[in-house]
């Protein structure tokens, strides 16, 4: 097993059958101006951090689609950092596992797989909420200042 990390992590999982609204993230890029040459996206929002961050009681604004909603905490060893011999001034955190193996059993002895890849950029014109999060990106003209980041894949049995 080579350059492979064995996690074990306390998950929290969601199960919907139909949408459901939720307070929605605290930051959400997606909503900065931007222009593709032919379009303006955003034209009435200022270029501002106020325009990005999302009142800490908004309710029922972000939907989340059926299926099965994943929460975890990165262990407490990912989370310490510890201070550079080097210099001593800055700190270093241990590097985190992105790529994670997600299977669920039921109670049939079926299983169902997933990969979810925690730090892949997708596409620029990737912009619908499938399963990740907009963080802002330093683009070229015409495209959007923010990108999608992570996703998630069904394994095939």
């Known amino acids: 097993m080579n350059g492979i990390i064995l996690t074990p992590t306390k998950i929290n999982a969601l199960f919907l059958e139909e949408d459901r609204y939720v307070v929605p993230p605290a930051v959400d890029f997606s909503s900065l101006p931007w222009s593709d ?3 303006d996206h955003n034209p009435d929002t200022p270029y ?3 325009s990005v961050l999302n009142s800490s009681f908004a309710s029922d ?5 059926p299926g099965i909603h994943l929460h975890w905490l990165l262990p407490a060893a990912y989370r310490r950092a510890f201070l550079n011999s080097q210099n001593g001034m ?6 985190a596992p992105n790529i994670w ?7 049939d002895g079926e299983s169902k797989e997933w990969v979810v890849e925690s730090d892949v950029l997708m596409p620029p014109a ?14 070229k003209h015409g495209s ?3 990108r999608m980041i992570g996703r998630t894949l069904a394994l095939q049995k």
């Open 61 to 65: 604004t972000f939907r989340l689609k």
């Open 48 to 50: 501002l951090s106020l």
């Open 126 to 139: 990737y912009f619908p909420h499938a399963s990740g999060s907009y963080m802002p990106y330093d683009s």
């Open 144 to 146: 959007p200042p923010f």
């Open 101 to 107: 193996l997600v299977r669920r059993f039921s109670g």
């Open 90 to 95: 800055s700190h270093i955190y241990c590097p």
């Open 37 to 39: 040459g032919f379009h």
